[in-house]
């Protein structure tokens, strides 16, 4: 009996070793099968940040090349409407404003006006050269310094803005 005895306390102790190392198994199964799905949820999640991020920056470039379009359309718009509202270059004269204006690309252009001609006529012809890329600028006068815009001194006449008889300007842009 003592040996029947034994041997089922060594049957129920090897019973437990083999149920406590199945445990152990099947507990170390669930972490690798934990980590793993943790791992693939991880590169799913930057998977989808990458498509992501990629999807915004095509949308950025695609907007920016569309507000640039626009840009140029307008600039292009503007331009063609100036063109066609210009009036005839004066002959020189007593009455005639000879005006030089300085481009932003460095190059150099003139044009006489009529001295009791608005400013904003000034602007109008700035306004038809395509080597003016800004829609917004103004026009600056280096000595004595002073910088005209359209909206405060458009309709100043070229006599006021002391613009006559001669008067060299710069376009400074003022668009970002």
Not at 56 to 82: I, S, T
Not at 133 to 142: D, K
Request: net charge negative.
């Amino acid at each position: 009996a003592r040996e029947e005895e034994a041997a089922r306390q060594a049957d129920r102790r090897l019973r437990e070793e083999q149920d406590a190392a199945y445990h152990e198994s099947l507990a170390a199964d669930r972490e690798r099968e934990e980590r793993r799905r943790a791992a693939q949820e991880a590169e799913r999640q930057a998977r989808e940040a990458a498509e992501r991020a990629a999807r915004e920056e095509k949308e950025r470039q695609e907007e920016e090349a569309r507000q640039e379009r626009e840009r140029r359309e307008a600039l292009e718009a503007r331009r063609a409407e100036k063109e066609s509202a210009m009036a005839e270059e004066p002959e020189p004269g007593p009455g005639v404003a000879t005006i030089s204006v300085r481009l932003p690309d460095g190059s150099r252009t003139q044009r006489r006006f009529g001295n009791r001609e608005k400013v904003h006529r000034l602007f109008d012809f700035v306004d038809t050269l395509p080597s003016v890329p800004a829609l917004h600028y103004s026009l600056v006068s280096n000595f004595p310094r002073q910088v005209f815009t359209r909206d405060a001194h458009g309709d100043l006449g070229l006599l006021e803005a002391q613009l006559h008889p001669q008067a060299m300007l710069f376009v400074q842009s003022e668009d970002s």
